[in-house]
């Protein structure tokens, strides 16, 4: 349904991020997440470096902007078993090249909201995962009081599979975000008696790990720690998402 707020009816276009996106993409995500994304993200986004992306814009803008992004959606294919979740797939993700599609950032500006835009781009990654032979999931990870985000990922049938607790650092505070999982090409949880023991052994020592790197580290240490790792890194590698990026987030306003 076409909302009233528009005086001429949206053509709604899907097309790839360019080069010349760049300026409109960065000041959409200043404005649509609490977390700061370095200029190297959006350089890796306009020039497909290691990053997929899918950008939204609509033709028939009465102003004749009809070429701006007004949504898009960026993924990264990782490898199943350098990723957080590699306890959740079949055993034999450890240990061959199988791969996911992580979703590092979705956002459709206000105007444009409800009109299923979100979900068109949700059904491209998924499709584009599927087309992936190695590719299992799709996967992301939405902070904890994103009603419309999270409604949208069930409605579009992702499983919530975990609550990350203080997962984001925001300001200085700590909110949990929740990981939520598609499985494409016959990806499956694990289910096997050995496979279910060996998830649950990683998730426990996932957590462990967390609990100590918790224990041992003051909250400014960390937050220095990964202002090197800025320096050292591309934005976001398999093993740094947006975790990492929430962590480096630091004076400004929360979602
Ligand atoms: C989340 C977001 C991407 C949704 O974009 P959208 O184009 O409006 O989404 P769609 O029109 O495809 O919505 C489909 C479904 O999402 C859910 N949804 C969307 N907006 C919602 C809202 N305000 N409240 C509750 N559910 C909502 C509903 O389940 C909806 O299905 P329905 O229309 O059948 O009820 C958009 O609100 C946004 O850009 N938010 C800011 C950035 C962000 O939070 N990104 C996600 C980070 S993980």
Redo the contacts with the bound molecule.
Sequence with gaps: MVAPKFSTKPKICYRPIRPSDLETLEHIHTK??PIRYEATFFHDVVNGCDIVSWGVVDSNRPDGRCDELI?FVTARVVFAKESEIVDLLGYDSAKSDQTLVYIL????VDT?????????LIKEVIKYASSIPTCRAVY?H?ISY????I??YK?MSFKCIRRLQGFYLINGQHYDSYLFMYYVNGGRSPCSPLELLAAIVSYLRSGFKLMAARLCKSDDRKISKWAKCKESHSLVSPTHNKRNLAVECTGYDV?
Excluded: D, E, Q
């Design positions: 649509l997440f949504g950032t979705l956002g459709v444009y909201r409800n009109l299923g835009i979100a979900s068109s992301l939405v994103n009603n419309p985000a409604f949208l409605k979602v």
